[in-house]
């Protein structure tokens, strides 16, 4: 059996993010905050994305009594 070497997550550059993505932006208003974005904050992210014209789905944009 061949051990594989778990890689660590690389951590994001300011070049990472996109000005236009509103999920983008979230992500980046959190880390600059030192913090993981909220639940909340991610859907309202996914829900202004999916108005602009992205492609969404799944529980987290379509399931609005989810916490």
Do not use: H, W
């Amino acid at each position: 059996m061949i051990k594989k070497k778990k890689e660590k997550a690389q951590e994001m550059q300011e070049d990472d993010y996109f000005d236009d993505c509103p999920v983008c932006q979230a992500m980046k208003k959190a880390q600059e905050e030192k913090r993981s974005p909220t639940m909340s904050e991610m859907k309202q992210a996914f829900k202004k994305a999916k108005e602009q014209g992205a492609v969404t789905g799944g529980p987290l944009v379509n399931d609005d009594n989810s916490n």
